[in-house]
């Protein structure tokens, strides 16, 4: 079964990966909006904003920019999601031997893979901007690894958008606040520079404890309790979107 499973996951993620390979658009404009973002802050904004380190501000800023990638791109999961539901793909898949849950194992696998192309073209130019790390291989590992933990989290997200929304706007439209999280968080600014009421939101949502984080694992400095809260939102978030999602799955294909 489990190897029947894994095989029906494979056939469809290649699917899904070959229609990205044809549009490699989707990659390209997942990473513009960060990139633009990352000349506007480190060349513009970036010399007027005190981190109150000594470390230059696109180092500071990069871990909120990654983040900024992936929930960008994971709003094209909802939408292709959306069309396959819409285009009664599904149910062509539902009259074949294919195990269900690899239907949406595919699109997940797929919005990993392309999430983590688009981060490292971001992370490519923000090298070239002056970006630097003295992060060990297993360092850069960790980086990653709680990047995938990130990415699957939002997918599953997604997912639950895709099979729920009624109209491809609101398949998509999901993923705006999650863009705007990295915002109001330690992703930018040090958060003691913000308001009480603010600064209290920020230090308790999950994307500060993230970026705290990475910023700290690329800086070669202790984590501390960062990473083992933001592993407690990543997995919390994951486990319970992953459970949502397939309800809703058995629910419409039922």
Known sequence: ????????TRVLTGRS???????????ITTAVTPIALMLLFTYVLGGAINTGSDES??????????????????AYTAYRLFLDMQGGIFERFQSMPISRSSVLWAHVLTSLVSNLISV????????????????????????AGILVLFT??????????GLSAKTVDGASAFSYPLIFLPFISSAFVPTDSMPAPVAWFAENQPVTSIVNSIRAL???QPVGSDIWVALAWLVGILV?????????YKRKMS
Request: hydrophobic residues 65%; charged residues 5%.
């Open 240 to 248: 319970v979107a992953y459970v949502w999602a397939i309800a809703i």
């Open 57 to 74: 501000y696109i180092d500071y800023m990069l871990p909120g920019i990654l983040l900024i990638t992936i929930a960008s791109g994971i």
């Open 120 to 143: 490292a073209i971001v992370i490519g130019v923000a090298l070239l901007m002056g970006f630097r790390t003295g992060a060990s291989v297993a360092v850069w590992l960790a980086v």
């Open 218 to 220: 690329f800086a070669g």
């Open 17 to 27: 990966l070959t229609h990205i390979l044809r549009s490699p658009d989707t990659i």
């Open 1 to 8: 079964m489990t190897t029947h499973v894994l095989s029906d």
């Open 152 to 161: 699957l989290a939002l997918t599953w997200l997604a997912v639950i958008a």
